[in-house]
């Protein structure tokens, strides 16, 4: 499931006509876990503004934008990022 919203996030296109508040639109993610690095944290969320982590720490004391949209993600952990890089030769 998670791997289907990390492509979800990265494919998603823009508000058509919208680009100069494109790169700030804002997205709350709500999962149930967090890692973040070394640690797991329960109760976390991670706020994304256009393309980038915008903040990270326990859900109630991240300041989210009013007209952010919230993603809830029951069940999952979120790596915010991880970066994959490995390849097959």
């Excluded at 492509?7 to 890692?35: C, I, K, M, N, Y």
């Excluded at 109630?60 to 952990?77: I, K, M, N, Q, W």
């Amino acid at each position: 499931m998670l791997a289907s919203v990390c492509l979800a996030l990265a494919t998603a296109p823009g508000p058509a006509g919208a680009q100069a508040s494109a790169g700030r639109e804002a997205l709350l993610l709500r999962p149930d876990r967090v890692f973040a690095g070394t640690q797991l944290h329960e109760g976390w969320a991670v706020l994304v503004r256009g393309e980038r982590i915008a903040a990270a720490g326990a859900a109630e004391s991240l300041e989210t934008p009013p007209d952010a949209r919230v993603l809830e993600l029951p069940g999952a952990t979120l790596l915010p990022g991880l970066i994959e890089g490995h390849s097959h030769l």
